[in-house]
């Protein structure tokens, strides 16, 4: 018909998404019986095959809907002058992530982590004049110099694992609103300042103090100049943690601008907002802060379990706080050729949260079986723990290297997304790549 919309080409993933099984007979001519495991198998296989160009010699351990990730669309966007290798999802306000090979190192180099911004980048940045004021529930309101926070207080420096919540949201069925992010919203770099509890001792809390509130000097997207963009808080005892920072270099040096210089708050192990970047005052309240990203669905989750989609009542969600287990593959790269029949190595980080990681376990055969990686502990409290394990493919094909963290409650990574919540929070599914074993 004249005038119609032409249909929207639909990629692989949104296909699965939608209805894995479907997909599987439109995609592979895979058939399924009453059971629906249809397990790959005929010309289902073939077709896969001839997709990936190898043998898939664990093929039957490949359930129904399980589409290789060797397939999967990579996330686009472009790349940031002054972050190589990142990869832009928006530049207003702009977010990069940074692809999980890049995420190798021990600590992660400041050229390579991540940005969550959510409003304009202040065009000021110069440390010289910049100002912190503490005020609230205190008994002496503080307004401090970062040379007076080097000059009061003690200075420390740690390696602080930092993850936007959003972290995984792309994979989220029914997709949830925002930045579509995969793996790389995540990083551990070694930060420099003085500790937040320090600053509020100086203030002296009033018996009333309860929540910490964060005000930053980016400007909001409006261009409005009264409208504040974020400012998230938390509660008195994470403000109070010794390894919660109000931090002036990130390793090493001048934190770089995209990442909140010349101050900023580091809140490890917590949601990623906490860590207010360009950090103008901390309020310190009698109540739960209700600042921009702390109210409505904004940075909260339901407060139970809930159905894919479901409709939530606004009274039951809560703030997002402590971020999950959690495990990443560094190395090989994802869809990397490997040799068969040698030792090669695998590794990456795992991280859970305000706990430790007690075991990372590997399996290359689609979950039927799973060995123990050899885990670091963290260099100090809040890293991010390294782990690394050498496999050895029995024959030539497509493989799939998955990753399971499991934290020192017990806790392991689920397979598939879980806790689906309208604003795609809080998603630690394992993390799995796709590597060719050839001679």
Not at 177 to 190: D, I, L
Not at 198 to 227: E, Q
Not at 414 to 429: H, I, S
Request: with cysteine; proline share 10%; hydrophobic share 40%.
């Amino acid at each position: 018909m004249a005038g119609s919309p032409l249909p929207r080409e639909r990629g692989l993933m949104e296909l699965y998404a939608e209805d894995p099984i479907r997909a599987d007979a439109l995609v592979f001519g895979r058939r399924t019986g009453p059971s629906r495991r249809g397990f790959l198998a005929g010309s289902g296989l073939a077709a896969m095959t001839a997709a990936l160009g190898l043998p898939i010699p664990f093929a039957r351990h490949m359930s129904a809907g399980l589409v290789p990730v060797a397939l999967a669309a990579a996330p686009s966007g472009t790349v940031i002058a002054r972050k190589e290798g990142l990869v832009v999802l928006g530049d207003r306000p702009l977010n990069a992530e940074t692809p999980p090979h890049l995420l190798d190192d021990p600590v992660t180099p400041t050229e390579r982590h991540f940005i969550r911004n959510h409003g304009i980048t202040p065009e000021k940045t110069d440390p010289e004049g910049w100002t912190l004021v503490i005020d609230g529930e205190v008994e002496r309101p503080l307004t401090l110099s970062i040379a007076e926070l080097r000059r009061q207080f003690e200075v420390v420096s740690y390696a602080l694992q930092l993850e936007c919540a959003g972290n995984g949201r792309a994979f989220f069925d029914p997709p949830a609103e925002g930045n579509q992010w995969t793996f790389g919203a995540v990083g551990c770099a070694r930060w420099t300042g003085v500790r937040l509890a320090d600053v509020l001792k100086a203030a002296g809390l009033k018996p009333s103090a309860v929540y910490t509130a964060h005000y930053g000097a980016d400007l909001h997207l409006s261009g409005d100049p009264k409208k504040v963009t974020l400012s998230r808080g938390v509660p008195i005892a994470k403000a109070l943690n010794p390894y919660t920072l109000i931090a002036f270099e990130m390793n090493g040096a001048p934190i770089h601008p995209e990442n909140g210089a010349p101050l900023r708050l580091v809140v490890p192990g917590w949601a990623g907002s906490c860590s207010q970047k360009w950090l103008t005052r901390i309020w310190v309240r009698d109540r739960e802060h209700d600042g921009p990203g702390m109210t409505g669905t904004s940075y909260r989750v339901p407060r139970y379990p809930v159905a894919p989609g479901e409709q939530v009542p606004p009274e039951d969600f809560v703030v997002v706080e402590a971020m999950p287990v959690k495990s990443l593959v560094t190395h090989p790269a994802h869809d990397s050729q490997v040799p068969v029949g040698r030792p090669f190595e695998v590794r990456g980080h795992a991280w859970a949260g305000d706990l430790e990681v007690t075991r990372v376990d590997v399996s290359f055969d689609f979950g039927a079986s799973w060995q123990q990686a050899q885990l670091d502990p963290p260099v100090n409290p809040y890293a991010w723990q390294n782990w690394r394990i050498h496999l050895q493919l029995p024959q030539k094909g497509y493989y799939e290297i998955w990753a399971r963290a499991t934290d020192s409650r017990g806790r392991s990574q689920p397979f598939r997304v879980p806790l689906w919540n309208p604003k795609g929070y809080l998603n630690n599914a394992m993390h799995r790549i796709a590597v060719r074993a050839t001679a």
